[in-house]
């Protein structure tokens, strides 16, 4: 297979190739056909360089020749198994992709029986075989470490999946749906709604519901704002809604920080923490489900007491 453009490249590369094989053969060739007659001695060429540094013009040495011939050869026979002169394939059809094929295929039958044995047990079984946990931390380093980071203890905007305070849920049957489906967060952005001074009373009210440093005259005008425009994702109490992936606003776990300015830009510009839909990316093949089964529970694992 060849992504070349157009039909004269093919053509152009392969005639390139081969011109340049035949013109170093007979190159060498015309270098070597004279013999030194019997008796006859090499003739010295005129010029003399570096004080002392004559050149006679002996024939070139046959076992230097034959390297050189030697790689002509390989070139000819590599040119004809595998691919290199434009569009030919080669015969041995050899491709890249092929190869990697034969390596999944090769892969997928050494892990098999292994996930088909995970796959008959749940996922807090699984979450407890230390096997398991090795398999799934391989799959979680390879397909959400880089938002969640190594140690799943996310970043800013990327939730921690170690604490044990989820925005959607920690259950096995959760975890899996978030995996499968995605989740998108939606924090509308209210800054127009509530104006300057209401998001701020806002925030403050926010602020004092986990304990924090507040304004005790803000938070009280804010309540009111707050049961008006935020209660019906985040609760009344603001522990928040699973339902929605609303986060609990009254404990100390923040996604996108409790500072008053990060809780401010939260309620004025909103939020939208997208998790794409990974399932979908765990590879085509048959070890699919097993791959979704075993990272379930890894991360259903990372935030139980063992
Ligand atoms: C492109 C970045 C990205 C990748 C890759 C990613 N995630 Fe996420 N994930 C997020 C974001 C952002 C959220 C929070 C969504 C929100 O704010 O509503 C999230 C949320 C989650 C949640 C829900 C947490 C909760 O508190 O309910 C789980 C579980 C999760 N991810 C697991 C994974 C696993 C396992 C993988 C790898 C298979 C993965 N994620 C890959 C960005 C990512
Ligand atoms: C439509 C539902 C909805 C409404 C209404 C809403 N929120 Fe949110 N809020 C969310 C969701 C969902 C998130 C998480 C966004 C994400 O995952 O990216 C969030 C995130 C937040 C955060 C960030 C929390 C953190 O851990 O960093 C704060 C603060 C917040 N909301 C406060 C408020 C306040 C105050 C109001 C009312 C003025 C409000 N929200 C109204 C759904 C809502």
């Known amino acids: 297979m060849s992504d070349f453009t157009h039909g004269f490249w093919p053509i152009y590369i392969s005639v390139i190739t081969l011109v340049s094989i035949i013109g170093t053969w007979v190159f060498l060739?015309?270098?070597?056909?004279r013999k030194l007659a019997p008796g006859e001695k090499p003739e010295l060429i005129e010029h003399t360089w570096d004080g002392d540094?004559?050149?006679?013009?002996?024939?070139?040495?046959?076992?230097?020749?034959?390297?050189?011939?030697?790689?002509?050869?390989?070139?000819?026979?590599?040119?004809?198994?595998?691919?290199?002169?434009?569009?030919?394939?080669?015969?041995?059809k050899w491709t890249q992709l092929?190869?990697?094929?034969?390596?999944?295929?090769?892969?997928?039958?050494?892990?098999?029986?292994?996930?088909?044995?995970?796959?008959?047990?749940?996922?807090?079984?699984?979450?407890?075989?230390?096997?398991?946990?090795?398999?799934?931390?391989?799959?979680?380093?390879?397909?959400?470490?880089?938002?969640?980071?190594?140690d799943a203890a996310g970043a800013r905007g990327f939730p921690n999946l170690t604490d044990g305070d989820w925005l959607y849920g920690g259950d096995p049957d959760t975890i899996k749906a978030t995996l499968t489906d995605g989740r998108a967060g939606v924090m509308p952005a209210l800054g127009?709604?509530?104006?300057?001074?209401?998001?701020?009373?806002?925030?403050?009210?926010?602020?004092?519901?986990?304990?924090?440093?507040?304004?005790?005259?803000?938070a009280t005008a804010g309540k009111p704002k707050f049961e008006e425009n935020c209660a019906a994702c985040h609760m009344p109490?603001?522990?928040?809604?699973?339902?929605?992936?609303?986060?609990?606003?009254?404990?100390?776990?923040?996604?996108?920080?409790?500072?008053e300015a990060a809780i401010i830009?939260?309620?004025?510009?909103?939020?939208?923490?997208?998790?794409?839909?990974?399932?979908?990316?765990?590879?085509t093949t048959s070890n699919k489900e097993a791959k979704l089964h075993l990272l379930t529970a890894y991360v259903y694992g990372l935030s139980q007491k063992r």
């Open 237 to 259: 109490d603001g522990t928040g809604m699973q339902a929605m992936g609303a986060p609990n606003l009254t404990d100390k776990v923040w996604l996108y920080g409790g500072s």
């Open 192 to 218: 127009d709604a509530l104006g300057a001074d209401g998001t701020k009373a806002v925030a403050h009210y926010v602020l004092s519901l986990s304990g924090r440093q507040h304004d005790a005259a803000l």
């Open 29 to 33: 060739k015309s270098q070597t056909t």
């Open 53 to 92: 540094l004559q050149d006679l013009n002996n024939p070139l040495p046959r076992w230097w020749l034959g390297l050189f011939y030697g790689t002509l050869v390989f070139a000819l026979v590599y040119l004809v198994l595998w691919p290199g002169l434009g569009n030919y394939a080669g015969v041995l």
């Open 98 to 150: 092929g190869e990697y094929e034969e390596e999944v295929q090769k892969a997928e039958a050494k892990f098999q029986p292994v996930y088909a044995g995970f796959m008959q047990q749940d996922v807090a079984t699984v979450a407890a075989d230390a096997d398991a946990r090795a398999i799934g931390k391989n799959l979680f380093l390879t397909y959400c470490s880089q938002c969640h980071g190594s």
């Open 265 to 283: 830009e939260s309620i004025a510009k909103g939020r939208n923490g997208v998790m794409p839909a990974v399932a979908q990316t765990l590879g």
